[in-house]
């Protein structure tokens, strides 16, 4: 090979090496780049139920309706009414709208306060508290174990018994939802007793726990129940996804003493060739 196209070729084989030090990425050399975690949790719909008497006080004899609305998965929702030793459990079907409602007839009633608890399955569309053998047993549908007794042998009765079953719905892995009211049958043209008008507040409780009688609502961005003319529900839930390191092959930039030793072996090839 002559010696000009012998220096023209090195002078070519440098560029190519200077070229490639510059495009190629350094081995082993990685840079992190964001990657965007996508959060594919949906927030669950809150459930409730709720309940209405067509009367607070009825006359001996007429029918009373208890009827309201059930959300979430329930597809019947479990009515108790009570007075004394006295104790009807019905299952009712909620309607394709989330309605529901059951008339009763009362001929033959005690003149008494009766107490309303309306039950709707939690997220398993299970009742875990309900009754068996008999509907004079509140039982523990997780354990199968009697709570208390409406009638018999150390029963409880009335107020006694709204407070055993609201503890009862209260009970650990219990998530069943419900609420409560009354109404009271009167003889025929007597006053209704004081109480039968107020809705008796305290342990009606939806799927995150809150007591809607008792003035409590699920705040999301804080992710507890309140009440919000106590404190307000502010703030905005997390919408900012976490962000992670990911391996990429994007070029790190080229370190100083790689592109002077090639520019000098580059140089001492072009010498080395250049010789007669």
């Given at each position: 090979m002559k010696p000009n196209t012998r220096f023209q070729f090195t002078i070519i084989i440098a560029i190519l090496v200077?070229?490639?030090?510059?495009?190629?990425?350094?081995?082993?050399?990685v840079a992190p780049t964001a990657t965007v975690t996508t959060n594919s949790a949906t927030q669950a719909i809150q459930s409730y139920v709720t309940a209405t008497v067509s009367a607070p006080s009825i006359t001996a004899g007429q029918p009373v309706t208890i009827s309201g609305t059930s959300t979430?998965?329930?597809?019947a929702v479990q009515i108790w009414i009570f007075a004394g030793n006295y104790v009807n459990v019905t299952m009712v079907p909620v309607n394709p709208d989330g309605t529901y409602s059951k008339t009763y007839a009362t001929a033959g009633f005690p003149q008494v306060i009766y107490y309303v608890f309306v039950q709707s399955p939690g997220t398993d569309n299970k009742l875990q508290i309900t009754t068996s053998g008999y509907s004079g047993q509140a039982v523990n549908a997780n354990t199968r174990a009697v709570i208390f007794n409406f009638t018999g042998t150390g029963s409880v009765t009335d107020k006694a018994a709204v407070e055993a079953l609201?503890?009862?719905?209260?009970?650990p892995g219990v998530d069943d939802i419900y609420t409560k009211t009354q109404f009271a049958?009167?003889?025929?043209?007597?006053?209704?007793?004081?109480?039968?008008?107020?809705?008796?507040?305290?342990?009606?409780?939806?799927?995150?726990?809150c007591i809607g009688s008792a003035g409590y609502t699920w705040c999301?961005?804080?992710?507890?129940?309140?009440?919000?003319?106590?404190?307000?529900c502010t703030g905005t839930a997390p919408t900012t996804p976490p962000v992670s390191a990911a391996q990429?092959?994007?070029?790190?930039?080229?370190?100083?003493?790689?592109?002077?030793?090639?520019?000098?072996?580059?140089?001492?090839?072009?010498?080395?060739?250049?010789?007669?």
């Open positions: 200077m070229a490639a030090l510059v495009v190629l990425p350094v081995s082993g050399a979430g998965p329930a597809t609201s503890n009862a719905l209260a009970l049958i009167t003889a025929s043209g007597a006053a209704s007793p004081a109480t039968t008008t107020a809705m008796m507040p305290g342990s009606d409780r939806d799927s995150h726990g999301e961005p804080k992710q507890k129940c309140l009440r919000e003319w106590e404190e307000s990429t092959t994007a070029k790190s930039p080229l370190p100083p003493v790689v592109a002077i030793a090639g520019l000098a072996l580059a140089c001492c090839a072009a010498a080395v060739y250049r010789k007669p």
